[in-house]
Nanobody
Framework: QVQLVESGGGLVQAGGSLRLSCAVSGSIFSIDAMGWYRQAPGKQRELVASISSGGSTNYADSVKGRFTISRDNAKKRVYLQMNSLKPEDTAVYYC??????WGQGTQVTVSS
């Protein structure tokens, strides 16, 4: 059974940084494509960043240059480094093992 557990969310002031972590169990992981998604109140869930098994990355335009996705196959973890945070980044952030395994989410709140 595949499980994903996110951590690292919290409250931060605008301009600050947070690092999200997602621990994966029950899968080989090294061959998995992984993604970070977010959902703000009243909005649809959206892709923030993704990383392939080979390390290729993709970012939403709204976070390019500020967020970095990375993975550690030995630890079976995927990370999202978030810098220069803005109030509009406030959302619940979800880790996903493509195509259909989700974590429970972690809240990120950015105050102005």
């Amino acid at each position: 059974q595949v499980q994903l557990v996110e951590s690292g969310g919290g409250l931060v002031q605008a301009g600050g940084s947070l690092r999200l972590s997602c621990a994966v169990s029950g899968s080989i992981f090294s061959i998995d494509a992984m993604g970070w998604y977010r959902q703000a109140p009243g909005k649809q869930r959206e892709l923030v960043a993704s990383i392939s098994s080979g390390g290729s990355t993709n970012y939403a335009d709204s976070v390019k240059g500020r967020f970095t996705i990375s993975r550690d196959n030995a630890k079976k973890r995927v990370y999202l480094q978030m810098n220069s945070l803005k109030p509009e980044d406030t959302a619940v952030y979800y880790c996903k093992r493509e195509p259909w395994n989700w974590g429970q989410g972690t809240q990120v709140t950015v105050s102005s």
